[in-house]
């Protein structure tokens, strides 16, 4: 979480107290005041929200567009009452038969609107009595488009604006809506002026501005030169009142400001850590921004924070902010939405207005805390603190990062400095499991027993059960993963026959003659052909990290870790050898039916989909050589409904497709698995945390990087993503069996960071040729004697 600028809390003074006793000294009084968060509930068959603002009594307006394709103005009266709607009638005409918006706003009796229809086309339409509307020209806009969302009216994109009480409208940014693939601009959002003229907002075109006519008549910016936030379909780094527009620039760190009557600069706001998941807005009492660390206030020169976001679920990196404005008196409202980057509502959007509305009777600072430690940024962690903060507002959830990722930190480095907390037993409540010695500490009495829980935990809910003995030992249960991975094989039933193991399927590569690796085309009968290789690799460093240096070394590396690690911890010499050669003699293997320029350009084929500012997930493009011909078969991990969802979209449809477990092992990857250190403070806390983290608010949640443990979670996922496909692409995919699969799962494979580290860095030196495998496995085993004596 980003250091704070400048935090100005409301303190009270402390005097002193005088007493019946001389030398009675008074104690401080506690500084009281805090912001209590509160969900709004918005129209039950609400789709989108396009623009939203606070009236003249303070009531908060929003307009939005319904499942069915209504557009409609709702009002959430500042005292709480009933919330009343009507409709926009000449924007829903609009978007019957198909039609999307992308953007809509409305100021003082003029509202502009921007549809697409059926066909993605986009075109720019304005209402002045709120009635009627006509098209205005835009030549310079994009002459042909292709649909996003062929489901009724899409959702808003481009940056938003403030309310001022002249009536100045805005809109949120929850991404989606529709995108062209012809020729010309692609605009994503607008903003109506108080004088009738416009602005609009485009990731191709930069910010514009009209006239009321639809006549352009200044540029401000484009995406090449600010790298701004408004450029992501996610931000909202744009804001205008009154005659001020404020844009921010994630490259310099600011935020510009400009004149609209003349388009002169007039100033720049610094601010740390802009990105384009910040919001950016503007209103009567100047600048305000919001992301996931809170909302801020520019005051006299500084930042203040307002709203402290790791004290409410602002902290969850699944959500990203898409409108916060100061409504009457002191509330604040934020609208946010947990859909993948870019797709909004569309991908699994979870849109929810929240209300934050300050109580001056709370302490300023949660009287309780419960401390987590991470050796790496954990996003379901993440996720899970935000929704813990806001069942608990009386407990602050401090999560501690090991290694951040720009820092210098190495492993040793966090895990020494670790033990030295928790020998002083003044260590977490609460350790995240991935990457630490797991045995060695359940053997030092470091971990507490939480059987009982687990017991719990499996009554109550529909977890896979086969899943949670990943981290028992002697019976015991000292920790419980909240998400998993698993290796897998995918491809013809008559090619997966040939990999029963990392032997057989070196030997089947290494026998491979192909004498075409690459063919442009899938043959037409493709499983009964030899024309395609047996096998095709994953490209250099799709996974990133050591497998960028170390090519297909480190890519089978947790599959096949438990074969030179032993039951206590320590590494098998002659296995870990063995391991060595083996990669050595399949790199050698790929070499030949892949020439190096090749293997070059297959790097590049990769897609990447990203949750919010939660970790993003590269997907896997094996199954596409599959479909297309150039392999009859492909092992890849399995680490998302992203992968999933790819791996379906090619091969679901195609005869004798089969997924299998990698090598038929049953192999699977703990993931985000959590324990309670046993010396902790706050034992009833750390075990309802860990309820949270298995809670379907949790579970549910469509982050990458892993699937949920939770069974009912996860079909639920998989029916999304199916049916996002079959309404957006056209597609109709099934899961290849994976939820079966999952259901056989029964070999965790635990993973000492710092172990797979000492492999990943012989691998250069493997590769070069430097080293033998004898020589890197001895090197290893005496690097982690040292290690694991500490």
Not at 282 to 293: H, I, M, Y
Request: net charge negative; charged share 20%; proline share 4%.
């Amino acid at each position: 979480m980003r250091t704070i600028r400048t935090i100005c809390a409301l303190v009270l003074a402390a005097g002193l107290v005088l007493g019946l006793f001389a030398g009675c000294g008074g104690e401080k009084a506690a500084a009281m005041g805090r912001y209590v968060e509160e969900t709004v509930a918005l129209p039950e068959n609400l789709q989108s929200v396009l623009s939203a603002g606070v009236n003249g009594d303070g009531d908060l307006v929003c307009c939005g567009v319904t499942r069915e394709g209504e557009a409609l103005r709702f009002i959430l009266p500042l005292d709480g009452g009933e919330t009343g709607s009507e409709p926009i009638a000449w924007l829903g005409d609009l978007l019957q038969g198909g039609g999307t918006v992308s953007g809509f706003s409305e100021n003082g009796g003029t509202a502009y609107a921007i549809v697409s229809d059926s066909e993605g086309k986009p075109a720019l339409y304005v209402s002045r009595d709120g009635v009627t509307c006509e098209a205005l020209p835009t030549p310079d806009w994009a002459q042909g488009g292709m649909r996003l969302n062929p489901g009724g009216g899409g959702n808003g994109g481009g940056p938003q604006t403030q309310t001022n009480p002249g009536g100045q409208g805005g809109q949120p940014n929850p991404g989606g809506g529709t995108f062209s693939l012809g020729g010309g601009l692609r605009p994503g959002g607008v903003t109506a002026l108080e004088d009738g003229c416009l602005i609009t907002y485009s990731m191709d075109g930069g910010v514009r501005q009209y006239d009321a006519s639809g006549r352009e008549v200044r540029k401000y910016m484009d995406a090449a030169s600010a790298g701004m936030g408004i450029m992501n379909a996610q931000g909202g780094g744009a804001a205008v009142y009154g005659n001020t527009l404020a844009l921010a620039s994630a490259q310099k760190g600011e935020i510009l400001l400009y004149d609209l009557t003349d388009g002169g600069k007039t100033g720049t706001v610094p601010f740390e850590n802009l990105d384009a998941f910040t919001y950016v807005g503007l209103d009567a009492d100047g600048l305000l921004v919001a992301d996931n660390s809170g909302v801020y206030r520019r005051e006299k020169n500084a930042w203040r924070l307002a709203v402290d976001g790791g004290l409410t679920s602002l902290v969850s990196p699944s959500l990203s902010v898409q409108l916060a404005l100061q409504g009457g008196g002191t509330d604040y409202y934020v609208l946010v939405n947990g859909g993948i980057s870019g797709m909004g509502n569309i991908m699994g959007g979870d849109t929810r207005l929240l209300r934050f509305r300050y109580d001056e009777n709370l302490p300023s600072q949660p009287s309780q805390t419960l401390e987590i430690f991470s050796l790496y940024d954990n996003t379901t962690v993440r996720l899970a603190v935000g929704e813990f903060q806001r069942a608990n507002p009386d407990v602050r959830v401090n999560l501690q990062v090991g290694i951040e990722a720009d820092g210098s930190a190495t492993v040793d480095d966090v895990v020494r400095a670790l033990n030295t907390q928790l020998i002083a037993g003044k260590g977490p409540d609460l350790l995240v499991l991935d990457g630490l010695p797991l045995r060695s500490y359940i053997e030092k009495g470091v971990l507490e027993d939480i059987s009982a829980l687990a017991d719990k935990l499996a009554a109550a809910g529909d977890l896979f059960m086969n899943l949670m003995s990943a981290y028992t030992l002697d019976g015991k249960v000292y920790g419980l993963p909240t998400r998993f991975a698993l290796p897998v094989m995918v491809g013809g039933k008559d090619a997966l026959a040939d990999f029963g193991s990392l032997s057989s399927l070196i030997e089947a590569v290494k026998a491979d003659s192909a004498p075409e690796p690459f063919l442009l085309r899938r043959p037409d009968n493709l499983y009964g052909s030899r024309n395609a290789p047996m096998f095709a690799p994953d490209p250099k460093g799709i996974d990133g990290g050591a497998a960028a240096n170390g090519g297909v070394l480190m890519n089978y590396y947790e599959a096949c870790a438990h074969s030179f690690t032993s039951a206590d911890g320590s590494l098998d010499e002659e296995a870990l050898t063995a391991y060595f050669a083996g990669m050595l003699a399949l790199t050698d293997a790929l070499k030949t039916l892949y020439p190096e320029t090749d293997m070059d350009s297959r790097g590049g084929m990769q897609a990447f989909v990203s949750m919010g500012r939660g970790r993003g997930e590269a997907l896997d493009m094996g199954s596409q050589d599959i479909a297309q011909g150039r392999a009859l078969a492909h092992i890849q991990q399995l680490s998302g409904v992203g992968s999933l969802s790819m791996l379906a979209r090619n091969l679901s449809g195609l005869e004798n497709m089969e997924l299998r477990s990698l090598f038929g092992q049953n192999q699977y990857y703990p993931r985000d698995g959590i324990g309670i250190v046993a010396g902790g403070g706050q034992r009833d806390l750390a075990e309802a945390f860990l309820e949270t983290l298995l809670s379907a608010e949790v579970q549910g949640s469509l982050l990458s990087g892993a699937f949920p443990v939770n069974r009912a979670s996860l079909r639920t996922t998989l029916n999304d993503i199916q049916e996002i496909t079959r309404t957006v692409m056209g597609e109709t995919i099934g899961d290849m069996g994976f939820v079966e699969l999952c259901e056989t799962l029964a070999v965790p494979v635990l993973i000492d960071q710092r172990v797979k580290e000492a492999v990943a860095a012989q691998c250069q030196a493997l590769l070069e040729g430097t080293v033998t495998p004898e020589e890197a496995a001895a090197k290893v085993v005496a690097e982690m004697r040292l290690y694991l004596a500490e």
